[in-house]
């Protein structure tokens, strides 16, 4: 058996920073996140980009009730000791398709409450519905610190689960920063 020489070995790990550098690259650009301060609120945009697969069409257009969750949570950076979790938000989407009219009934959940409804024929709008979300208050900046630093955390999960559905093995996750500034 041949032992590798040094030479190849770095050629393995530069290989393997590259692959690596690849999946952060896409993970960056699957979950596309932007916090917001405005009038006296931290509202959260969010967009799962690539999240409308042929996958979730198929399971959608089967008439299975397809359910897109997202962990919205905002925490302040702690240097020394555990990041803190300021606040949180559970955010579920879904989509009821009718075989027979050829309707989405699509829904909205904020933590368990409704807080929209409509019902289209658009897919479109279907596929907008699930992925993207805009301007979710997730608290006010009361609970924040001055020139402090945080992030906003969004975990995305779509149900029902195949391990193959959007490529993700159980939910992806995206972080965007911000320094609050009063």
């Known amino acids: 058996m041949k032992r590798l020489g040094t ?3 770095l050629c393995v790990w530069a290989a393997a920073i590259v692959v690596a550098a690849g999946v952060i690259a896409h993970a960056a650009q699957v979950l596309r996140i932007v916090p917001i ?3 006296n609120q931290v509202l959260v945009s969010f967009e799962v980009a690539d999240g409308y697969t042929a996958d979730v069409r198929d399971a959608i257009s089967s008439g299975l009730r397809t359910t897109f ?3 919205v949570e ?3 950076r702690n240097r020394i000791w555990v990041d803190v979790l300021v606040d949180k938000a559970l955010v579920s989407t879904t989509d009821r398709y009718d075989n027979l009219t050829r309707r989405h009934a699509l829904t909205r959940t904020v933590d368990g409450r409704e807080t929209d409804s ?3 024929e658009n897919e479109a709008v279907v596929r907008q ?3 993207t979300l805009d301007k979710l208050p997730i608290c006010r900046t009361t609970k924040l610190d001055p020139n402090r630093d945080y992030y906003v955390q969004v975990t995305a999960r779509v ?3 195949k391990s193959s559905m959007l490529g993700w093995t159980s939910a992806i996750v995206g972080r965007s920063p911000f320094t609050f500034v009063p």
């Open 7 to 9: 030479n190849n070995w």
């Open 37 to 39: 301060v405005h009038d």
């Open 129 to 131: 519905w699930l992925t």
């Open 118 to 120: 409509i019902t289209t």
């Open 69 to 71: 969750s997202y962990d």
């Open 159 to 161: 149900q029902p689960d």
């Open 74 to 76: 905002l925490r302040m």
